[in-house]
Each structure stands twice: as structure tokens, then as C-alpha cells.
């Protein structure tokens, strides 16, 4: 997108810290009529530059107190394929996210569990269980900082 301007920029950043906002507010935080808010919403909906809404639910209301990352090193990329470990993964409800990456391990998981005996038996039962799993290193998250922003 060739057009994206300061106010663009004022735009994102007020909407990933609050995207319930109206156009008119927003138009006046960034000193603009809500008409032209809202055209420069949809222009930045239909680049492509916003996608869809996110909820943030809290983990912890939710009763799952712990989030451990895991790196996941395959044991035989040639006997199971990647999109078998995906697909598998991906339906463990405990597991967060799914990232394949560049490194030391194949795939860095986000998981959560209701405390350390549930991440254990989600751990044993469920990931360690996948097809093509040779090693896995845990990293219990301890805190987490959020630094809002548009591209947060």
C-alpha cells in the first residue's frame, strides 16, 4: 500500500489498542471528520493492512494459569511429514500456536495448562504422543510484557 501516511499510522495504533472505538473518536483523535475515518478504515480493510478482529481472553480467568513454550525437534522429516505433525498438533486444544521454524528445532509451540500436573499429562499424553517427535525443550513462561501497537 503506497498511501499509508502518519495518519494511517495514528489510525493502527489507536485501533490495536482499542478496536471498538467509533470512527467519529477516532477521527478526532487524529484530526479527522468521521466520514474520512471511516473511508480510510475500509481503504486500509481493503490493502489488506487490517485482517479480521482478534479477542484477547485472559488465560488465567479461564483457569489456565500456565503457558510453556516448547521447542520440538522432529525425530524423521522423512517418515512423517511436516503437514502430518501440523495437523495432528494443531488438534490439541491445549496448544496455542503452531510455528514451524529455522533453527534449532523444527517447531516452537505455545501451551497452555491449568497448572505444571496438567501441562505434564498434556505433555505425555498428547504432544509427546504426535507422530515424528524426537526431542523437546520446555520453557516455562514466567511474565509477559505487551507492548501494544499496530503491528502488536
Keep these: 500500500m ?12 489507536a485501533l490495536s489498542r482499542d478496536d471498538t472505538q467509533s470512527a467519529g473518536k477516532l477521527g478526532r483523535m487524529v484530526g479527522l471528520s468521521q466520514p474520512a475515518t471511516w473511508r480510510r478504515i475500509r481503504r486500509l480493510r481493503s490493502a489488506g493492512v487490517i485482517s479480521g478482529r482478534r479477542l484477547d481472553l485472559n488465560r488465567e480467568a479461564l483457569g489456565f494459569g500456565v503457558t510453556v513454550f516448547l521447542g520440538v525437534k522432529l525425530a ?11 495437523r495432528a498438533v494443531t488438534a490439541i486444544p491445549e496448544v496455542q500456536t ?3 521454524v529455522l533453527g534449532m528445532y523444527d517447531y516452537r509451540l505455545r501451551v497452555v495448562a491449568r497448572d505444571i500436573a496438567d501441562f505434564e499429562r498434556v505433555l505425555r499424553r498428547r504432544i509427546m504422543a504426535l507422530p515424528g517427535v524426537g526431542s523437546i525443550e520446555a520453557n516455562v513462561l514466567l511474565s509477559e510484557e505487551r507492548q501494544v501497537g499496530p503491528l502488536g
Design 76 to 86: 524423521a522429516k522423512g517418515r512423517v511429514s511436516l503437514e502430518d505433525f501440523e
Design 98 to 100: 503452531v510455528q514451524h
Design 2 to 13: 503506497s498511501e499509508f501516511d502518519a495518519i494511517d499510522a495514528a489510525l493502527l495504533a
